[in-house]
């Protein structure tokens, strides 16, 4: 503890300034410090001379020197983001106020140890606060509070800045429903990011989370928030807890029906994930690139996630994996992925990188052979490909940057759309092995397309929504299904299995 909060460089500190006060108040050198401040202040000597007396009072001193290390000490462990927002601006008024207690080494490892030991009794004061943080005339009448709109002002200053005191309620929120979904906490700070990002669409209901929580922003300086229904019974359940009079009973269970208005929550990206891709680091609003932190790697699951969502929208990583190339500007979309926590399908174009798992299946399902020839449709930048015989498959793919990725990885490409391209060829595989794109029924059109391709006693191998299963046939096949991958997509949660079709001779 005291080498991790300084605590030999405070107690050095502390003893230069009883040192320096002694030397000023209480000897005949604190008569002439008023000629160093005449003599060297220049045209502000007149005002500073004044203050002479009072700059070197040791309390003072010793009560900014505490608020300094208290607010260094904090830093250093994660107790800040596990606080309630009421707690922090308490910790935060007395660091601003200097009134702190001596930073001495029981004390700050009675507090530290405290703090960090009673997290569990913080969610309880999380929800507690949002629940008082809400606006007066909402409360009014609305005791089931996570069940309907909910109001919070002052989101907004006058000035149009961000009100990180409420901005951190929203924030608890946010922490409260990632625990439900045993989902890694968010920074304290960021749901403040998150207020700033949708100033920029004024009125308009935002999925975050999700689809967890529903958020609309005023230019008056309110958020009109909406909790799912499947997370606010549970919310509400713990506020009863807190507050027996105040919900009703039939608000704390689980909705019998399926809300029509609320769509099913998806499996957001980890808050890890989406604090590298934060807009901050996006370059600007015209610049067809973008730069992970140059410690993004230290956190190695985050940093390999955040690669894969950059590749699923049309990044494409220089040697040192920090720097991604774009054909079109991305800070909208990557603003979108920082708000919903997922990857937008109609910028992705559902383009998710193949996971290794489904991969090695498919190529497995494929059976291929020592003189087969291959073709991957769509082939993104390889992550399927890499598990086919490189020497010996074709890859289609209509991005221009994704063709120099697997050029670079060796692999024979054509530039083209694939629709189009399987309509004109007169190439025809022993084996096609895809992972089409899913928006708007598009992997039905691509895999009927690469059926025309392959060969008589070839194979056609498909990674398809699950939802197929039961719908999709290919005529002059033989048809069989893996087993549903659930989740296994980075930022989305859709399920998908395996097509394996086979033509007879």
């Not at 309630?84 to 601006?89: H, L």
């Not at 708000?339 to 910028?347: A, E, K, L, M």
């Not at 999709?472 to 893996?482: H, K, N, Q, T």
Request: charged share 25%; proline share 5%; glycine share 8%.
């Amino acid at each position: 503890m005291r080498e991790i909060c300084g605590l030999g460089q405070y107690q050095a500190a502390r003893r230069h300034i009883d040192e320096l006060g002694a030397i000023v108040n209480g000897g005949e050198l604190g008569n002439v410090v008023h000629y160093f401040i005449e003599g060297n202040a220049g045209d502000d000597r007149f005002h500073r001379t004044v203050y002479v007396e009072k700059l070197f009072l040791v309390p003072g001193a010793v009560g900014a020197l505490n608020s300094a290390y208290w607010s260094k000490a904090l830093a250093l462990t994660d107790v800040l983001d596990h606080m309630p927002q009421k707690r922090r601006d308490e910790w935060f008024k007395s660091i601003k106020e200097q009134n702190t207690p001596d930073f001495e080494e029981a004390t700050v490892r009675d507090t530290i140890s405290g703090l960090l030991n009673i997290r569990q009794q913080f969610l309880a004061e999380r929800v507690d606060g949002i629940f008082r943080g809400l606006s007066g005339e909402h409360v009014t009448n609305a005791p089931e509070v996570f069940g309907k709109r909910m109001i919070l002002s002052r989101v907004l200053s006058s000035y149009g800045s961000v009100e990180h005191s409420t901005a951190g309620l929203i924030n608890d929120l946010r922490c409260v429903i990632a625990k439900f979904m045993g989902r890694d906490e968010p920074k304290h700070y960021v749901s403040g990011r998150l207020v700033d990002m949708l100033r920029c669409r004024w009125g308009e209901l935002v999925s975050i989370d999700g689809g967890a929580l529903r958020m609309r922003l005023y230019k008056k300086g309110t958020a009109h928030l909406e909790v799912h229904p499947d997370m606010a019974w549970r919310l509400n359940s713990i506020l009863a807890h807190l507050h027996p009079l105040a919900i009703p009973a039939q608000f704390r269970k689980k909705p019998a029906k399926r809300s029509k208005e609320f769509k099913t929550i998806d499996r957001p990206l980890p808050f890890a994930v989406l604090e590298l891709l934060a807009e901050r680091q996006s370059g600007g609003a015209y610049v067809k690139g973008f730069s992970l932190p140059y410690n993004a790697k230290e956190n190695r699951a985050a940093y390999e996630e955040a690669v894969r969502v950059l590749v699923s929208i049309g990044g494409v990583p220089d040697k040192s994996g920090l720097q991604f190339s774009f054909e079109y500007v991305p800070s909208e979309v990557l603003r979108e992925i920082c708000t919903s926590g997922c990857i937008p399908d109609r910028q992705s174009h559902q383009f998710y990188p193949t996971p290794e798992s489904v991969a090695r299946v498919a190529a497995e399902l494929a059976a291929i052979g020592e003189g087969d020839q291959v073709l991957e449709p769509s082939a993104g930048h390889g992550d399927l490909a890499a598990f086919l015989p490189v020497d010996r498959t074709r890859c289609v793919e209509v991005s221009a940057l994704r063709c120099s990725v697997l050029k670079a990885r060796g692999f024979d490409t054509v530039q083209a759309d694939f629709i189009e391209w399987a309509t004109t060829t007169a190439e025809r595989f022993n084996r096609v092995v895809m992972n089409p794109p899913y928006s708007e029924g598009r992997w039905r059109a691509h895999t009927e397309a690469a059926a025309t391709l392959v060969r008589a006693g070839g194979r056609l191998v498909a990674v398809l929504p699950a939802s197929a299963r039961n719908s999709f046939e290919l005529p002059g096949f033989v048809c069989g299904w893996s087993r549903v991958f659930d989740n296994e997509f980075a930022g989305t949660s859709v399920s998908v299995a395996i097509l394996s079709a086979s033509k007879p001779d």
